[in-house]
């Protein structure tokens, strides 16, 4: 059973970098054909996709957010990782990383989530 486990980041400064780690265990991050994504939910809003990257390395970002997003993989380490740089405290949010079996299909493996709060 896969599992996946979100690094904390807790407070973030305005106009700082946010950078978030997902360690993945009991499952490749590599492995045909998983895709791997980031997705945040702000407190009273739904879930926004960020973006992702499949088994092949190919990465997909939101339009709204690519100018700020950095997602990458650690094939070594089996972790996810997502930069988001210039943070705003409308980035405020509980940020998951999320597993589907291919890319555009439905996300079924979730991380438990952590709180991230953009304040000075």
């Known amino acids: 059973q896969v599992q996946l486990q979100e690094s904390a980041a807790d407070l973030v400064n305005p106009l700082q970098t946010l950078s978030l780690t997902c360690t993945i265990s009991?499952?490749?991050?590599?492995?045909?054909?998983?895709?791997w994504s980031w997705i945040r939910q702000p407190p009273g809003k739904g879930l926004e996709w960020m973006g992702g990257?499949?088994?092949?390395?190919?990465?997909y970002y939101s339009p709204d957010l690519k100018s700020r997003t950095s997602i990458a993989c650690d094939m070594h380490k089996n972790q996810l990782t997502m930069q988001l740089s210039p943070v705003d405290p409308e980035d405020t949010a509980v940020y998951y990383c999320?597993?589907?079996?291919?890319?555009?299909?439905?996300?079924?493996?979730w991380g438990q989530g952590t709180q991230v709060t953009v304040s000075s």
């Open positions: 999320a597993r589907a079996p291919r890319v555009s299909s439905p996300f079924r493996n």
């Open positions: 009991g499952g490749s991050i590599a492995t045909n054909y998983y895709y």
């Open positions: 990257i499949d088994y092949s390395g190919s990465i």
